[in-house]
């Protein structure tokens, strides 16, 4: 599922939030769509997932239903652990046993085992963050849109949450990460989408970027 967005814009209460945005998101990749406050990366994501319709241009080969997105914010699930908020993404699969199995897979590929019984309420928030990727990939959806993640975290846990993104898109996965973490974008993703007042600055592989900021 290629999602290909061509010369869009968006004009609200009349200031240009988009400006002819054209860019594609590529099945099987990792992309970060990367910019700062303001530059329309969250009003892209939104007209994406369908939430925003009132704009110019097309966005094409979106199949919502193949899509899983985690927003920047999301509230603690109280009195739940973290088993029982990660079989939440199970509701479309009605085996027990077959559930059971791939929770244990999936905590083990997001490093998260050892806490699986803990109250979600009572982890970290990187732990809260890969808890809600395994609750992700139980949904087993090809397509992850993630807003923000481990942007209040120290260094190493963003370096070790985005080389588990980079191991997640290796399984065949489509990653779209907004983020202001251009470090992280650059070191993980295999594309970059970069915004900047609504417009777009790059896009493309992020090994053009290297090779753009490096000349």
Known sequence: MNIEVNEMSLDINGSKILDNVSCEITSNEFTCLVGPNGSGKSTLVKSILGEIKDFKGTISNVNIRDVCYLPQIIQDPPFLSVNETCKLGFYNNDCVEEQESTLIKLLEICGIP???NSTFTDISVGEKQRAWLVFALAQSK???IMDEPLSSVDIQSREDFYSLLRDIANM???LLVITHDIDMAVK???KLIVLDKGQVSFVGPTSKFNNKINS
């Open 114 to 116: 050892s806490i699986s």
């Open 142 to 144: 090809d397509f992850i």
């Open 172 to 174: 065949n996965k489509t």
């Open 188 to 190: 993980y993703s295999d």
